[in-house]
């Protein structure tokens, strides 16, 4: 049987809640006789690290990462810690450590999901956003100087460099060809950012040569937000740079219901270093440890985990589980209108996985 060695990252609120729920569910594919199983280790990093450590995770921590198969990744956040210092300390020093350039966002209605946007039908929308995730407007690049003194100064310079540009814009013609209507978007603000944005639409132009099936075009950020909510049906593959697809993708999950639904994927598409799967959501402060987290986002991330993996068909079921628990409104957690608890839905998913074994038996 095929094994793989999976890290668990909860890191802070109810990414405690939710990436337990999402091993619970791959361990059940196992017992569901999906013919792999997985060898988990947990790392008990982010904020309790850092009032222990003085650190999100520890300065050799992406050596004990590098030789597993893929990542499983909960929330970095702490309401008693500057967002800067935990986000920085450990989701991004994974990512920027392990080049994971790629972040890869799909959005569905999935099926008993009451999305807001009322004129479009659930099949409307069906989105796969890609987000460059190595350099751009986050490369942490810039300054303060004169702190705390009137004439203070700071910058955050947007550095973008030709190979990124051009590797994320292969990736997204790659996976809009991959995609049965070959369409793609390239989000751009080339008339007010002239300079890094201009290079990245030549950089589009030049990469669209090696892709002559797939119809794309240009959108500026800010009519893409508008665009995605009057006419959802035109965008199907969608590409953007770091903090564009930052924003347009929390507008996509909410209007794919819930912001606890949405899963991402930080891909190493050359698969030099493992990738790492998480929902997109973040700490929940507001109802951390109260059982009350969505998990599905957990659970969806898990199918791209598996897709990465090369396991299709493990994917394919964990999504049907998925998909026939949301159709019962009755478990729906609270976020959805539901009263239905994180566990009651992880041990839905999990009976659906097993119901789904003894229908193959029978
Ligand atoms: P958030 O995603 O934590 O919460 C926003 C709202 O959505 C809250 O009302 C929350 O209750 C709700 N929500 C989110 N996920 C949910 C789920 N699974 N089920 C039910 N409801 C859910 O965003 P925020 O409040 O802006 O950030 C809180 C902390 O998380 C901050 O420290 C932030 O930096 C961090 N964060 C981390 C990541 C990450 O690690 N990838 C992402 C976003 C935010
Ligand atoms: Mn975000």
Same mark, same amino acid.
């Given at each position: 049987?095929?094994?793989?060695?999976?890290?668990?990252?909860?890191?802070? &609120?109810?990414?405690?809640?939710?990436?337990?729920?999402?091993?619970?569910?791959?361990?059940?594919?196992?017992?569901?006789?999906? &013919?792999?199983?997985?060898?988990?280790?947990?790392?008990?990093?982010?904020?309790?690290?850092?009032?222990?450590?003085?650190?999100?995770?520890?300065?050799?921590?992406?050596?004990?990462?590098?030789?597993?198969?893929?990542?499983?990744?909960?929330?970095?956040?702490?309401?008693?810690?500057?967002?800067?210092?935990?986000?920085?300390?450990?989701?991004?020093?994974?990512?920027?450590?392990?080049?994971?350039?790629?972040?890869?966002?799909?959005?569905?209605?999935?099926?008993?999901?009451?999305?807001?946007?009322?004129?479009?039908?659930?099949?409307?929308?069906?989105?796969?956003?890609? @987000?460059?995730?190595?350099?751009?407007?986050?490369?942490?690049?810039?300054?303060?100087?004169?702190?705390?003194?009137?004439?203070?100064?700071?910058?955050?310079?947007?550095?973008?460099?030709?190979?990124?540009?051009?590797?994320?814009? @292969?990736?997204?013609?790659?996976?809009?060809?991959?995609?049965?209507?070959?369409?793609?978007?390239?989000?751009?603000?080339?008339?007010?950012?002239?300079?890094?944005?201009?290079?990245?639409?030549?950089?589009? $132009?030049?990469?669209?040569?090696?892709?002559?099936?797939?119809?794309?075009?240009?959108?500026?950020?800010?009519?893409?937000?508008?665009?995605?909510?009057?006419?959802?049906?035109? $965008?199907?593959?969608?590409?953007?740079?770091?903090?564009?697809?930052?924003? $347009?993708?929390?507008?996509?999950?909410?209007?794919?219901?819930?912001?606890?639904?949405?899963?991402?994927?930080?891909?190493?598409?050359?698969?030099?270093?493992?990738?790492?799967?998480?929902?997109?959501?973040?700490?929940?402060?507001?109802?951390?440890?109260?059982?009350?987290?969505?998990?599905?986002?957990?659970?969806?991330?898990?199918?791209?985990? $598996?897709?990465?993996?090369?396991?299709?068909?493990?994917?394919?079921?964990?999504?049907?589980?998925?998909?026939?628990?949301?159709?019962?409104?009755?478990?729906?957690?609270?976020?959805?209108?539901?009263?239905? *608890?994180?566990?009651?839905? *992880?041990?839905?998913?999990?009976?659906?996985?097993?119901?789904?074994?003894?229908?193959?038996?029978?």
């Amino acid at each position: 049987m095929k094994t793989y060695k999976i890290a668990t990252i909860p890191g802070d &609120g109810i990414g405690k809640e939710v990436v337990p729920a999402g091993r619970e569910v791959m361990e059940a594919l196992t017992t569901a006789g999906a &013919g792999l199983r997985f060898e988990f280790e947990n790392f008990g990093w982010g904020g309790d690290y850092y009032r222990q450590h003085g650190m999100m995770m520890p300065e050799d921590g992406l050596d004990a990462l590098r030789g597993k198969d893929a990542i499983l990744f909960g929330s970095a956040g702490d309401n008693q810690i500057p967002d800067h210092i935990t986000l920085w300390g450990l989701r991004l020093k994974i990512c920027q450590g392990f080049d994971q350039y790629a972040n890869v966002r799909p959005t569905r209605i999935l099926p008993g999901i009451d999305g807001p946007l009322k004129r479009c039908a659930a099949e409307d929308l069906n989105w796969i956003i890609v @987000r460059e995730n190595s350099e751009g407007e986050y490369s942490g690049v810039g300054g303060r100087v004169h702190q705390g003194h009137p004439i203070e100064a700071a910058t955050d310079v947007s550095m973008m460099t030709r190979v990124g540009v051009e590797r994320i814009l @292969r990736f997204a013609f790659k996976l809009a060809q991959s995609r049965p209507r070959k369409l793609l978007t390239v989000i751009t603000k080339s008339n007010a950012q002239r300079h890094a944005m201009v290079m990245w639409d030549e950089v589009a $132009l030049q990469v669209s040569k090696d892709f002559p099936d797939v119809t794309w075009d240009k959108e500026l950020v800010d009519a893409a937000t508008a665009r995605m909510v009057n006419r959802p049906k035109t $965008l199907d593959t969608i590409v953007a740079t770091n903090l564009h697809a930052d924003i $347009l993708s929390d507008l996509a999950a909410a209007l794919a219901g819930s912001l606890g639904i949405a899963p991402t994927g930080n891909i190493d598409p050359e698969r030099r270093y493992p990738s790492m799967f998480e929902p997109i959501h973040g700490s929940a402060f507001d109802i951390m440890g109260r059982g009350l987290a969505n998990p599905v986002g957990t659970f969806w991330s898990v199918v791209m985990l $598996l897709e990465h993996l090369g396991e299709q068909q493990a994917a394919q079921r964990v999504m049907s589980a998925i998909e026939a628990v949301t159709a019962n409104p009755a478990l729906h957690t609270r976020d959805l209108g539901g009263t239905a *608890t994180t566990a009651e839905v *992880t041990k839905a998913v999990c009976d659906q996985l097993a119901a789904g074994r003894q229908a193959e038996a029978a």
